[in-house]
């Protein structure tokens, strides 16, 4: 079976987001879903630097706004910026790209 054309995929949004405490990733994963529960939400990288939890989280383009709302309005986060590709996104945070497993 043919895989849909570009055109036709959801269209997606990547959020650089700061968690002001550190914590794992089961940590912020349920925080994200408490705060807006979304099939389209996903936490893909989640990095501690100099002492600050950095983390990209995958959106679709239609609730982009929404979520970004809803975040500023918890204390435990701050959306820092938003793009619709990854790279940018990591670039922006300072967050080294992984290693390719092979």
Not at 69 to 88: A, M, W, Y
């Amino acid at each position: 079976m043919a895989h849909p054309s570009k055109a036709k995929r959801p269209k997606r949004r990547w959020v650089g987001i700061h968690v002001r405490d550190e914590m794992g990733r089961v940590q912020v994963n349920s925080i994200l879903e408490n705060i807006f529960p979304s099939d389209s939400l996903k936490l893909y990288d989640l990095q501690i630097i100099n002492g600050k939890c950095y983390g990209i989280v995958r959106i679709n383009l239609s609730e982009v706004s929404d979520f970004l709302v809803k975040c500023e309005t918890d204390p435990r986060l701050q959306t820092i910026t938003t793009s619709g590709k990854i790279r940018l996104v990591r670039e922006r945070l300072e967050i080294p790209h992984p290693k390719v497993r092979r």
